[in-house]
């Protein structure tokens, strides 16, 4: 079975950083596209960050100059390097795996991320 563990979340202060990553293992043909994703009580959830398998990245207009999404296409692992963070980037954050197969893809479990004020 394709697993996505995801670890880093926390406890941060305004103006802190946390590392966030995803590691993929198990059965899934070729990893294209990697994402970070995060949903805040009672909102919807929205993409943060997503970076394809050559290294392209998009980031969201609230992240931007912020965070930083990387991979290690060796590893099957995403990273997301938080800087800066302010109260309003507190949120469960979830990865996501889009495999080349048509339609398949896979999600983490989620890690809370919590910027205290």
């Known amino acids: 079975q394709v697993q996505l563990v995801e670890s880093g979340g926390g406890l941060v202060q305004p103006g802190g950083s946390l590392r966030l990553s995803c590691a993929v293992s198990?059965?899934?043909?070729?990893?294209?596209?990697m994402g970070w994703y995060r949903q805040a009580p009672g909102k919807q959830r929205e993409l943060v960050a997503s970076i394809t398998s050559g290294g392209s990245t998009n980031y969201r207009d609230p992240v931007k100059g912020r965070f930083t999404i990387s991979r290690d296409n060796a590893k099957n692992t995403v990273y997301l390097q938080m800087n800066s963070l302010k109260p309003e980037d507190t949120a469960v954050y979830y990865c996501?795996?889009?495999?080349?197969?048509?339609?398949?893809?896979?999600w983490g479990q989620g890690t809370q991320v919590t910027v205290s004020s």
């Open positions: 198990g059965r899934i043909f070729r990893i294209r596209d």
């Open positions: 996501k795996a889009d495999s080349m197969l048509r339609g398949e893809y896979y």
